[in-house]
């Protein structure tokens, strides 16, 4: 049981505000992780933490087993640009990108692992069209395509199901179960806590402050909601300086 | 008839043919660039930076005269200096680009106006506004079509990291260390060839060359092949239309070329297949699923 990522007294934040505050914990290889807990716990922020766009504060995230580069991550709101003229092939073959790099050809083996992606998420039939005309379902499928080529052994989601339908919603959990089957890691950020308790081994709930990690069923009680909703609210309240100037 | 109207302008003048190779050349470098700015919504930067070319021009011009060389790299380093500190504030501070870009942009116009009427005659005004198509020398072309060259070139090994810094930023900068360099390499080609443009067509015109095609583009075609294609269609039939409209008509020529590019936006505004006026109202037969 090796630790893929290890937390080490770590505080995330913005504008010195801490987000992610002083979490000690680990993330087990190949574990399957729902991240969870109220509005404005951090969850995000962890993640984006993971992927090196923010800085710790304070404390560090320790990487182990691969990479920076082995890790994708599919943001809550990505910034894709849905009206730019780029075919649903054309985008998931960007999975890719650190095979075929800049300027490479896709060899006809890489064309079939693209058609083979987007079979996989069922948009066979659909690789020609605009990503400007898909659906929000559609899209999401899309993402989770170019995911699948990106061949990462960390996998970061967040919020992968929010707004979409319940058949994409089943689909795209069996593309996240294969992925745990295949040894990857993958945390996810969740809110709906069905899904969670149905398809997630592992839960790590925060606010701000790590409430509860392990395994789900003794994670998801009402007494550790209730405790992380308290200290939510207890952490807005009163902002406090963190760090090594804290007094 | 059509022989006199259309080929003896260019057949038995020599500035005319001179003129139309300089177009060609802007036509090949500036458009792709257009149809970039335009695809990630910077086509108001592009005026920005047009503008912001104009002190250094006119420094150029104080130095040694109505100068090519001078008022060329006079040019390229207001529009460098503009683009890269206007970007850099965009990236360390909390200015959106956009603002930084026009704050940046306001400061060169007005230094370039002051500096040009200050030291200028009217005719010298004129020149730098509206450019001298007609008056193109040999070391003029050769810059032109340099550029055009090096664009192409630059394009062509940017294209993937452009496109997807276009469509999914936060991507490319997740999987390539690339995003840096593909945008400031990017606004270098822009200032590039507004300067190419602003030899020809004079600062105020030099960025309608550059956009106008980009955006009637949009009407024809829905992938990026199709874009880049039409765009050079219609700044190359532009340059020649508007050519031969102020040969004829006595008109001057910059305005009158960007002018044709304007009606061919408006009629691809009204025509153009993919999301034209007509195309979206007209009532059409559904594919059945």
Same mark, same amino acid.
């Given at each position: 049981?090796?630790?893929?990522?290890?937390?080490?007294?770590?505080?995330?934040?913005?504008?010195?505000?801490?987000?992610?505050?002083?979490?000690?914990?680990?993330?087990?290889?190949?574990?399957?992780?729902?991240?969870?807990?109220?509005?404005?716990?951090?969850?995000?922020?962890?993640?984006?933490?993971?992927?090196?766009?923010?800085?710790?504060?304070?404390?560090?995230?320790?990487?182990?087993?691969?990479?920076?580069?082995?890790?994708?991550?599919?943001?809550?709101?990505?910034?894709?640009?849905?009206?730019?003229?780029?075919?649903?092939?054309?985008?998931?073959?960007?999975?890719?990108?650190?095979?075929?790099?800049?300027?490479?050809?896709?060899?006809?083996?890489?064309?079939?692992?693209?058609?083979?992606?987007?079979?996989?998420?069922?948009?066979?039939?659909?690789?020609?069209?605009?990503?400007?005309?898909?659906?929000?379902?559609?899209?999401?499928?899309?993402?989770?395509?170019?995911?699948?080529?990106?061949?990462?052994?960390?996998?970061?989601?967040?919020?992968?199901?929010?707004?979409?339908?319940?058949?994409?919603?089943?689909?795209?959990?069996?593309?996240?179960?294969?992925?745990?089957?295949?040894?990857?890691?993958?945390?996810?950020?969740?809110?709906?806590?069905?899904?969670?308790?149905?398809?997630?081994?592992?839960?790590?709930?925060?606010?701000?402050?790590?409430?509860?990690?392990?395994?789900?069923?003794?994670?998801?009680?009402?007494?550790?909601?209730?405790?992380?909703?308290?200290?939510?609210?207890?952490?807005?309240?009163?902002?406090?300086?963190?760090?090594?100037?804290?007094? | 008839?059509?022989?006199?109207?259309?080929?003896?302008?260019?057949?038995?003048?020599?500035?005319?043919?001179?003129?139309?190779?300089?177009?060609?050349?802007?036509?090949?470098?500036?458009?792709?660039?257009?149809?970039?700015?335009?695809?990630?919504?910077?086509?108001?930067?592009?005026?920005?930076?047009?503008?912001?070319?104009?002190?250094?021009?006119?420094?150029?011009?104080?130095?040694?005269?109505?100068?090519?060389?001078?008022?060329?790299?006079?040019?390229?380093?207001?529009?460098?200096?503009?683009?890269?500190?206007s970007g850099f504030i965009a990236r360390v501070t909390a200015l959106r680009e956009d603002a930084s870009l026009a704050a940046f942009y306001l400061i060169s116009l007005a230094l370039g106006v002051l500096i040009v009427s200050t030291r200028g005659s009217n005719v010298d005004l004129m020149h730098v506004l509206f450019g001298t198509v007609l008056a193109l020398d040999n070391a003029a072309l050769i810059l032109l079509c340099s550029i055009a060259s090096v664009s192409i070139l630059v394009l062509a090994v940017l294209f993937r990291p452009l496109v997807m810094e276009c469509a999914d930023p936060q991507f490319l900068r997740s999987v390539s260390k690339l995003?840096?360099?593909?945008?400031?390499?990017?606004?270098?080609?822009?200032?590039?060839?507004?300067?190419?443009?602003?030899?020809?067509?004079?600062?105020?015109?030099?960025?309608?060359?550059?956009?106008?095609?980009?955006?009637?583009?949009? #009407?024809?075609?829905? %992938?990026?092949?199709?874009?880049?294609? !039409? @765009?050079?269609?219609?700044?190359? &039939? =532009?340059? $020649?239309? +508007?050519?031969?409209?102020?040969?004829? #008509?006595?008109?001057? %020529?910059?305005?009158?070329?960007?002018? !044709? @590019?304007?009606?061919?936006?408006? &009629? =691809?505004? $009204?025509? +153009?297949?993919?999301?034209?006026?007509?195309?979206?109202?007209?009532?059409?037969?559904?594919?059945?699923?």
């Open positions: 049981m090796t630790p893929a990522l290890s937390f080490q007294n770590l505080t995330l934040g913005y504008d010195r505000l801490p987000a992610v505050h002083q979490l000690e914990t680990e993330i087990v290889e190949g574990s399957l992780t729902a991240i969870v807990g109220p509005n404005g716990a951090g969850k995000s922020t962890l993640l984006k933490g993971v992927t090196g766009a923010l800085a710790p504060l304070e404390g560090q995230i320790e990487i182990s087993g691969f990479d920076d580069e082995e890790i994708a991550y599919l943001p809550q709101q990505s910034d894709i640009d849905r009206s730019f003229p780029i075919t649903v092939f054309d985008l998931v073959a960007m999975g890719l990108w650190r095979e075929v790099g800049s300027f490479g050809w896709l060899r006809r083996g890489q064309r079939s692992r693209v058609d083979a992606a987007i079979a996989a998420v069922g948009l066979t039939g659909l690789e020609s069209r605009p990503i400007g005309s898909l659906s929000g379902g559609q899209m999401q499928r899309v993402l989770f395509a170019r995911l699948l080529l990106q061949d990462a052994k960390l996998v970061l989601l967040d919020e992968p199901f929010t707004a979409i339908d319940a058949r994409t919603m089943a689909d795209l959990i069996e593309v996240v179960r294969n992925w745990h089957s295949e040894g990857r890691t993958v945390l996810a950020v969740l809110h709906d806590h069905e899904t969670v308790n149905s398809h997630f081994p592992q839960t790590l709930m925060l606010a701000r402050e790590l409430v509860a990690h392990g395994p789900t069923g003794q994670v998801l009680t009402s007494e550790n909601q209730m405790r992380a909703r308290q200290m939510c609210e207890a952490c807005a309240s009163t902002p406090h300086v963190c760090g090594k100037d804290a007094a | 008839m059509i022989w006199e109207a259309i080929f003896e302008p260019f057949a038995d003048f020599g500035f005319m043919r001179r003129a139309l190779l300089g177009c060609l050349a802007i036509s090949i470098g500036a458009t792709p660039v257009g149809v970039f700015l335009m695809l990630r919504r910077m086509s108001l930067t592009g005026d920005a930076m047009a503008h912001a070319i104009l002190p250094g021009a006119a420094i150029g011009y104080l130095v040694s005269g109505l100068s090519l060389g001078a008022m060329t790299i006079g040019g390229l380093i207001a529009g460098m200096v503009v683009a890269l500190a995003s840096a360099v593909t945008h400031l390499t990017f606004l270098a080609l822009v200032v590039m060839n507004l300067v190419a443009g602003f030899h020809a067509l004079g600062t105020l015109m030099a960025v309608g060359i550059m956009i106008l095609p980009a955006a009637a583009g949009r #009407f024809w075609s829905a %992938s990026i092949g199709g874009l880049l294609i !039409v @765009a050079f269609a219609v700044a190359a &039939l =532009s340059s $020649v239309a +508007g050519l031969l409209l102020s040969y004829h #008509f006595s008109l001057p %020529s910059g305005p009158a070329i960007i002018l !044709v @590019a304007g009606i061919a936006y408006g &009629l =691809s505004v $009204v025509f +153009g297949p993919v999301g034209g006026l007509v195309a979206q109202n007209l009532p059409r037969r559904y594919f059945e699923t």
